[in-house]
């Protein structure tokens, strides 16, 4: 059996602000939102643009920027898994959510997304 790879690469626009949460011990973890986007044509032709909205966790380390440097609007490249958080919501339904864990972030200057 071959083995299975969970490795995530996206390159998209931060949606808004960040939460970062600082930790005792000086570690902080950051909650943000980026949206990439799809286009296609549809049976009639037309061209279509399709905006997915990824939830983005990452814990402060060699391979991350200084978290107070993200804003919104600017291009952020995340490298990642997927993981999937299962809780109860208040209807008492069982929900799953997906985010990405992400070991590596890289902001991108202005001139480089263009």
């Known amino acids: 059996m071959e083995k ?6 996206i390159k998209g626009y931060v949606g808004a602000d960040p939460k970062i949460t600082t930790f005792e011990d000086g570690r902080q973890v950051v909650r943000l939102h ?14 279509k643009e399709e905006v997915t909205w990824h939830t983005i966790i990452a814990w402060s380390g ?10 919104k ?3 952020l490249s995340v490298q990642g898994k997927i993981k999937t958080k299962n809780f109860e919501g208040r ?4 929900r799953a959510v997906n985010e990405i864990l992400a070991y590596s972030l890289k ?3 202005l001139e480089e997304t263009e």
Do not use: L
């Open 4 to 9: 299975t790879i969970n490795r995530v690469d």
């Open 34 to 47: 980026v949206a990439t986007d799809d286009h296609y044509k549809d049976r009639s032709g037309e061209w």
């Open 62 to 71: 060699r391979e991350m920027p200084d978290f107070n440097e993200i804003k």
């Open 73 to 75: 609007g600017q291009c």
């Open 91 to 94: 209807d008492g339904q069982s």
């Open 107 to 109: 902001i991108h200057a």
